[in-house]
């Protein structure tokens, strides 16, 4: 504990050295000077550490004694700040430092955004953007109530924000809005009836009547599951029936139905062809301002391509702060017309064609697919059969008439 002390007040190492130097010390204790750290020399000399506000008073001391005080070393943290004591540059650059942190507390660096699965982050930020919430911002003239209610009109999706201030970091909180089960009409009456051909694999009728039955071929648009049903008699009457009673047709039916899906691309495509350098153009992006720096180049063709490369420092939790370095490339280009590749174009279309089956079929199976490339008139047609097993029910609603 009294080294810690000792470092933090400072202190300073003497040498004293005469006929007696033991009288130098005798003086110390008597004038109540703290000493420690008494070192004997081999020519006499003496050595010991006093505390640095001790230091003015030992000259006299020495002369009394006799002797001829020589400060050794200054050691503790007084003596380490005043190392730097004509380095203005540093203190210059610290003093700017603490006022540039003092300064850029109150304004917005980074916008974290958290919560959100269905609305894109980039959606929310730009909304933010709008109403004035984005980097560069000076945080106390942002109304947050205000922000959060205008935020919660333009996106229904959201059903909760809340905007929290942290220094420098902005960081917004969101709730989705919880979708709602989809209702059926129970008092809307109609039939169900077939989406497309196919050959029936499975029938259930939840509500209505049908007089299908599985492996029965359908026609797009003939009614599978009809919202007619008959009431019938009771058994100890005459067995007559007592009437027909209108219901909303329910049910799941699948069919085994087969699909046809075409592509072409043409034989010969545009491609383009750099010309000449590129022009590159320096830019630094602070607080969603873009500076511009310099550029070289020249880029020269009948159209221009534009990239952009960025470099942003981030924070450890991996968020980017507010500047970017960036480089801009132009690049020259003219558009000539080169034949494609036959079998890289097949394969693209053949999977354009295959995501395409994926999409309608939806939670149906796909049992059987094969395909077929022609080249004619110039382009590259690619046939796709499939053999399905889907669901083709569809609930169609009667007119107001009945039909």
């Not at 050295?17 to 004038?31: K, T």
């Not at 942002?142 to 809340?162: F, H, K, P, R, T």
Request: aromatic share 6%.
């Amino acid at each position: 504990m009294r080294r810690a002390v000792n470092f933090l007040r400072g202190s300073v190492e003497v040498e004293a050295s005469g006929p007696f130097p033991e009288r130098f010390l005798n003086l110390c204790a008597q004038r109540g000077v703290v000493f420690w750290g008494v070192t004997w020399l081999e020519s006499g000399a003496v050595r010991i550490q006093v505390p640095r506000h001790e230091r003015r008073g030992l000259e006299e001391l020495a002369d009394r004694a006799g002797c001829v005080l020589t400060e050794v070393e200054r050691a503790g943290v007084p003596a380490f700040l005043a190392r730097f004591r004509r380095r203005y540059s540093l203190w210059v650059g610290l003093t700017l430092s603490v006022l540039a942190v003092l300064f850029l507390s109150h304004f917005v660096l980074v916008v974290d955004v958290q919560g959100n699965d269905r609305v894109p982050t980039a959606q929310i930020l730009a909304t933010l953007r709008r109403l004035g919430v984005h980097p560069g911002t000076f945080s106390p003239t942002i109304d947050v109530d205000n922000v959060e209610q205008e935020v919660l009109l333009e996106l229904e999706e959201l059903s909760w924000i809340a905007i929290n201030r942290s220094g420098v970091r902005t960081e917004v909180l969101v709730r989705e809005r919880v979708q709602p089960p989809e209702v059926v009409d129970e008092d809307e009456l109609g039939d169900v009836v077939a989406q497309r051909d196919g050959v029936i694999t499975r029938l259930e009728v939840l509500s209505g009547e049908s007089d299908r039955k599985v492996g029965d071929p359908v026609a797009k648009e003939d009614v599978l599951i009809r919202g007619d049903v008959r009431l019938e008699g009771p058994v100890y009457g005459d067995g007559g029936d007592v009437g027909w009673q209108q219901v909303r047709a329910q049910g799941k039916i699948e069919a085994r139905t087969w699909r046809t899906l075409e592509a072409a691309i043409p034989l010969e495509a545009a491609v383009k062809q750099e010309t000449g350098d590129p022009e590159r153009h320096f830019f630094i992006e602070w607080m969603g301002r873009r500076y511009d720096l310099f550029s070289w180049g020249s880029a020269q063709g009948t159209g221009l391509e534009k990239s952009a490369r960025l470099w942003s420092p981030k924070l450890p939790d991996g968020l980017a702060l507010p500047v970017v370095l960036g480089m801009e490339v132009l690049q020259g280009y003219e558009t000539i017309s080169q034949p494609v590749d036959l079998g890289a174009a097949e394969d693209l279309l053949r999977a354009q064609l295959e995501e395409s089956l994926r999409e309608q079929v939806g939670e149906g199976e796909i049992h059987d697919m094969s395909c077929t490339a022609v080249v004619q008139n110039g382009l590259l047609t690619v046939t796709l059969k499939a053999e399905c097993v889907e669901e083709i029910g569809l609930f169609v609603p009667k007119s107001g008439d009945g039909t």
